[in-house]
Protein backbone atom coordinates (compact mmCIF):
# COMPACT_ATOMS: atom_id res chain seq x y z
CA UNK A 1 0.00 0.00 0.00
CA UNK A 2 3.13 2.29 0.77
CA UNK A 3 4.15 1.93 -2.84
CA UNK A 4 1.00 3.16 -4.42
CA UNK A 5 0.94 6.27 -2.56
CA UNK A 6 3.98 7.29 -3.28
CA UNK A 7 3.41 6.65 -7.50
CA UNK A 8 -0.22 9.18 -6.65
CA UNK A 9 2.09 12.01 -4.96
CA UNK A 10 4.81 12.54 -8.16
CA UNK A 11 2.03 14.41 -9.51
CA UNK A 12 1.17 16.35 -6.54
CA UNK A 13 4.53 17.78 -6.83
CA UNK A 14 3.79 19.72 -9.87
CA UNK A 15 0.52 20.43 -9.05
CA UNK A 16 1.05 22.33 -6.34
CA UNK A 17 4.33 24.10 -8.13
CA UNK A 18 1.38 25.24 -10.69
CA UNK A 19 -0.95 26.33 -8.02
CA UNK A 20 1.61 28.07 -6.34
CA UNK A 21 2.53 29.91 -9.38
CA UNK A 22 -1.09 30.75 -10.46
CA UNK A 23 -1.64 32.25 -6.72
CA UNK A 24 1.86 34.69 -6.83
CA UNK A 25 0.42 35.49 -10.48
CA UNK A 26 -2.76 36.19 -9.13
CA UNK A 27 -1.63 38.15 -6.43
CA UNK A 28 0.63 40.11 -8.60
CA UNK A 29 -1.86 40.95 -11.19
CA UNK A 30 -4.42 42.77 -8.28
CA UNK A 31 -1.65 44.44 -6.33
CA UNK A 32 0.42 45.90 -9.42
CA UNK A 33 -2.38 48.03 -11.02
CA UNK A 34 -3.12 49.71 -7.57
CA UNK A 35 0.48 50.54 -6.95
CA UNK A 36 0.46 52.25 -10.41
CA UNK A 37 -2.94 53.71 -9.75
CA UNK A 38 -1.85 55.14 -6.11
CA UNK A 39 1.62 56.48 -7.32
CA UNK A 40 -0.07 58.51 -10.17
CA UNK A 41 -2.27 59.83 -7.84
CA UNK A 42 0.45 60.59 -5.37
CA UNK A 43 2.19 62.28 -8.35
CA UNK A 44 -0.81 64.36 -9.59
CA UNK A 45 -1.65 65.32 -5.74
CA UNK A 46 2.16 66.57 -5.35
CA UNK A 47 2.37 68.72 -8.84
CA UNK A 48 -1.13 70.65 -7.50
CA UNK A 49 0.16 71.12 -4.01
CA UNK A 50 3.59 72.63 -5.52
CA UNK A 51 1.51 74.67 -7.44
CA UNK A 52 -0.56 76.37 -5.51
CA UNK A 53 2.20 77.19 -3.37
CA UNK A 54 3.63 78.91 -5.38
CA UNK A 55 0.61 80.90 -6.76
CA UNK A 56 -0.04 81.43 -2.60
CA UNK A 57 3.68 83.03 -3.08
CA UNK A 58 2.71 84.68 -5.90
CA UNK A 59 -0.19 86.23 -4.13
CA UNK A 60 1.74 87.35 -1.06
CA UNK A 61 4.30 89.24 -3.51
CA UNK A 62 1.93 90.95 -5.13
CA UNK A 63 0.45 92.23 -2.30
CA UNK A 64 3.57 93.00 -0.64
CA UNK A 65 5.54 94.62 -3.96
CA UNK A 66 3.61 94.51 -6.13
CA UNK A 67 6.05 92.58 -8.61
CA UNK A 68 5.19 89.18 -9.33
CA UNK A 69 7.67 86.23 -10.60
CA UNK A 70 6.93 85.05 -14.44
CA UNK A 71 8.52 82.00 -13.87
CA UNK A 72 9.61 79.69 -11.09
CA UNK A 73 11.73 76.42 -10.81
CA UNK A 74 11.75 73.97 -8.09
CA UNK A 75 12.79 70.43 -8.15
CA UNK A 76 13.53 70.40 -11.73
CA UNK A 77 10.40 71.73 -13.01
CA UNK A 78 10.02 75.13 -14.84
CA UNK A 79 6.43 76.82 -13.77
CA UNK A 80 4.76 79.69 -16.24
CA UNK A 81 3.11 82.06 -13.68
CA UNK A 82 0.71 84.86 -15.23
CA UNK A 83 -1.39 87.27 -13.65
CA UNK A 84 -4.65 87.81 -15.33
CA UNK A 85 -7.97 89.69 -15.05
CA UNK A 86 -11.14 88.17 -15.47
CA UNK A 87 -14.93 90.10 -14.82
CA UNK A 88 -12.94 92.89 -12.87
CA UNK A 89 -11.41 90.10 -10.49
CA UNK A 90 -6.89 89.74 -10.61
CA UNK A 91 -6.41 86.02 -10.33
CA UNK A 92 -2.76 84.38 -10.24
CA UNK A 93 -2.29 81.28 -13.40
CA UNK A 94 0.32 78.85 -12.86
CA UNK A 95 1.38 76.65 -15.78
CA UNK A 96 3.21 73.16 -15.50
CA UNK A 97 3.13 70.96 -19.17
CA UNK A 98 -0.38 71.99 -19.90
CA UNK A 99 -1.42 71.42 -16.52
CA UNK A 100 -3.28 74.68 -15.02
CA UNK A 101 -3.79 76.27 -11.54
CA UNK A 102 -5.64 79.05 -11.13
CA UNK A 103 -5.96 81.15 -7.78
CA UNK A 104 -8.48 83.70 -7.53
CA UNK A 105 -7.33 87.03 -5.64
CA UNK A 106 -10.20 87.23 -3.14
CA UNK A 107 -7.13 86.21 -0.96
CA UNK A 108 -5.41 89.09 -2.15
CA UNK A 109 -8.13 91.31 -0.28
CA UNK A 110 -7.98 89.61 3.10
CA UNK A 111 -4.04 89.55 3.17
CA UNK A 112 -3.86 93.45 2.46
CA UNK A 113 -7.13 94.13 4.42
CA UNK A 114 -3.99 93.40 7.75
CA UNK A 115 -2.86 96.23 9.67
Known sequence: MSGNKRINEKGFLLFEAILSWVLITT???????????????????????????????????????????DEWETNGKIYTISEKVVNGRKGIWVYEEGKVWNLQMESLDLLSSRP
Open 27 to 69: CLMIYLPLLVNLLTTLHSAKNELEMARIGYEQIQKSVETEVGD
